[in-house]
Structures are given as structure tokens and as C-alpha cells.
């Protein structure tokens, strides 16, 4: 996708929506199968909105735009960031997820994060699947619309019985101060 066409209507957009930035830089991720745009902005708390909403908001309207001006038959993998928001949410459910999997380590049994949007289970698969320290465990998404969630388990351990009941999502395993409690998923 050409880095100038979104660079310009994502500028068009926030000018329309009054959202004040000051710089847009357009980065092809290489291995991720996605582009991420960064946003500068002297205000990003207006870009944000209330936890992310306001940003999940634009980037689905840029997408929707996007693909109607190239005439695409589905909306562009896009990822919007303000001043690092979203990396920043990114470590935080990697991390979680390693904390999940020090957890299923030590019982043996598997356990569900709590329930995340579309992107953030990406997150979590790619990460696990993709980091040698965890080649011992596998991920699946199971649940339904906004209650659908990431399950962790040991490749080792059989598939589980009908009916056998998934550890709950420990809200302790979170030592207080890293901020999971802020985590917009």
C-alpha cells in the first residue's frame, strides 16, 4: 500500500475530525504482515480517547476509506499508534501472556487470558508461537465475540476432556503496579 496515500488522508481525516498531531510516519512491518502508522501528537490523550476507543475509532474509518479509494477487496491490515500508545499495550499483553505461561508450567494445566479483541489474541498467538522460550506451550482462541479468548496449554499434555474446566484468569498473578488493570483489551 503506498505509505504517501495514507500519510495524506490519514492528515485529511484528523484535520476533519479536529484531532490535533504534528507528524504521521508510515512504517511497512517486516515479517508482520501489517503497516503501522505512528502518530505524533502534542495532545494524544485526544487521539486515545477512553481506553483507546477514540483511536480504534479512526483507524477503523482510515481502513474503511482506504479501501474504498483502491478499490480493495478487503480493508488493509493497518495498526495506528500515538506517541507509542499502542506498543506500550502490546508489552503489556506479552507480558501477561508470559506470566500465563509460567503458570501453565508450573500446574500443567491450561488457562484462558482474560477475553481481548481480534488484534491483541494476534499478539498473544504470534508471540508465544514465535518465541523459542515458549516451544513447550500452544495457544488457541476459543469463546464468542467479545467473550473470545486465548487459552494456554502444554503441547505435551493430551487434548482435554469434554467438560474439564479451564483454570480462571488468575487476577493475583498481576503483581499490583504493572498496569494490567489499564490494559485495553
Not at 68 to 90: A, C, H, I, M, T
Amino acid at each position: 500500500m503506498n505509505g504517501s496515500l495514507i500519510q495524506d488522508t490519514l492528515g485529511q481525516l484528523l484535520t476533519l475530525l479536529n484531532l490535533p498531531f504534528d507528524s504521521i510516519t508510515v512504517n511497512e512491518t517486516e515479517g508482520e504482515g501489517f503497516i503501522r502508522v505512528d502518530i505524533v501528537s502534542n495532545t494524544p490523550s485526544r487521539l486515545i480517547g477512553w481506553h483507546g476507543e477514540t483511536l480504534n475509532s479512526v483507524q477503523h474509518l482510515l481502513k474503511s476509506i482506504l479501501r474504498s479509494k483502491e478499490n480493495l477487496e478487503k480493508s488493509p491490515f493497518l495498526v495506528l499508534d500515538v506517541d507509542g500508545y499502542r506498543r506500550e499495550q502490546e508489552e503489556k499483553v506479552k507480558k501477561m501472556a508470559e506470566n500465563k505461561a509460567d503458570f501453565v508450567r508450573r500446574t500443567g494445566n491450561r488457562v484462558a487470558l482474560a477475553p481481548m479483541n481480534p488484534y491483541f489474541r494476534r499478539i498473544v498467538h504470534l508471540h508465544i508461537a514465535g518465541n523459542p522460550q515458549f516451544q513447550d506451550l500452544t495457544t488457541e482462541s476459543i469463546g464468542e465475540g467479545d467473550y473470545r479468548q486465548v487459552v494456554l496449554r502444554s503441547k505435551s499434555k493430551k487434548d482435554p476432556t469434554v467438560g474439564e474446566e479451564l483454570s480462571p484468569v488468575m487476577e493475583e498473578a498481576a503483581p499490583s503496579g504493572e498496569g494490567f488493570e489499564n490494559l485495553d483489551v
